[in-house]
């Protein structure tokens, strides 16, 4: 998998949201999640993309102490992030179904 | 702040030799880039270093977490990192400059009373010329701002690259030792005085010195 690509930063980014709008998680967490989803990138391309999404505030990290263990930063989604995710969920669609069919027709 | 620097001193120490070496270049590498924001710098820093232990537990590989090319994610990191406040760069500049003259001021204050008590060598005041001075300083200033980002380039090439010891003991002995020690002593030697005079009593260089050690020290607590 190229994690240069743009497109597939943009999708990343957007997986990302996703999960993070469904529970707050902090960093090892968020890259078992993606693994879980089957969206299988190396763990530690996640780390500069939560950089870039908070810092474009989207996402908001917040260090906390963890029960018993470690201080660990969570991770939850801003306002500006639930509009940016729904917007990316849109765009998806919107693509996902003709992009399969062009792909299909020039299989067969 | 400070806190998370020490947890990550003591955390780090849990990591084996090989995962070590590449996770403190990745640290210093990461933390030299310095016009970035220390708090997140150093919560990143802990991200990656408690991923680490992990994998590390299950018995995965570095190359898992910083892929094959260590010095390209440690530049994607940094690249993803905001920058600081010029405010908090303008403050360290200026207790960096309060840290060089304090020590600067004070050892020679030191010295010279010791010589004069001890050995009855040197006279109780000091002869400067204000021209002579102020173009020892600039030019000192100059210098010593060439060679500490020398030092910071110096460092982060380094990193991430297996270096024989006495090479870079003589490289850097060289380059941040003999090079700018030169400069400053041919300034002292070779500068004519120029300007008007003025004769500072020895003690008032130490207590100057004082002073900006002082205010050095009063920058840094506020940090």
New interface residues.
């Given amino acids: 998998m190229n994690?240069r690509s743009q497109l597939l930063k943009g999708i990343l980014e957007g997986c990302i949201l996703a999960i993070i709008s469904r529970e707050t998680v902090?960093?090892?967490e968020l890259?078992v999640k993606l693994q879980q989803q089957g969206i299988d990138v190396?763990?530690?391309?996640i780390?500069?993309?939560?950089?870039?999404l908070?810092?474009e505030k989207l996402i908001h990290?917040e260090?906390k102490a963890s029960g018993s263990g470690?201080?660990?930063?969570y991770y939850t989604l801003t306002p500006a992030g639930e509009a940016s995710l729904k917007a990316f969920r849109e765009n998806w669609k919107a693509l996902k179904q003709p992009v399969d069919q062009l792909l299909d027709e020039e299989d067969s | 702040m400070s806190t998370l620097v020490e947890e990550n001193n003591e955390k780090r120490n849990q990591l084996n030799k090989e995962n070590k070496k590449i996770y403190e270049d990745m640290m210093v590498y990461i933390r030299l880039s310095f016009n970035k924001s220390d708090q997140e710098t150093e919560e990143v820093l802990m991200e990656l270093l408690d991923h680490l232990l992990v994998l590390q537990a299950e018995g995965g590989d570095s190359s898992e977490l910083f892929g094959s090319d260590p010095r390209q994610y440690a530049e994607d990191i940094v690249g993803e990192l905001p920058h600081t406040v010029p405010k908090e760069m303008m403050a360290l500049f200026v207790m960096g400059i309060c840290y060089f003259l304090g020590v600067y001021m004070l050892s020679t204050g030191l010295i010279r009373k010791i010589l004069l008590y001890g050995f009855q060598q040197m006279e109780p005041t000091k002869l400067y010329s204000l021209g002579t001075t102020a173009i020892i300083i600039i030019l000192g200033s100059i210098t010593i701002s060439v060679v500490g980002y020398s030092v910071f380039r110096y460092i982060k090439w380094s990193c991430f690259r297996d270096i024989s010891k006495i090479k870079e003991f003589l490289a850097t002995g060289f380059i941040f030792g003999i090079v700018p020690g030169t400069v400053f002593f041919a300034m002292y030697f070779w500068l004519p005085p120029m300007g008007p005079m003025l004769t500072v009593p020895v003690y008032w260089l130490g207590i100057t010195g004082a002073v900006f050690l002082l205010v050095a020290e009063i920058l840094r607590r506020k940090d």
């Fill in positions: 994690e902090y960093g090892y890259a190396k763990e530690g391309s780390y500069p993309l939560l950089l870039r908070q810092k990290g260090m470690p201080n660990r930063k």
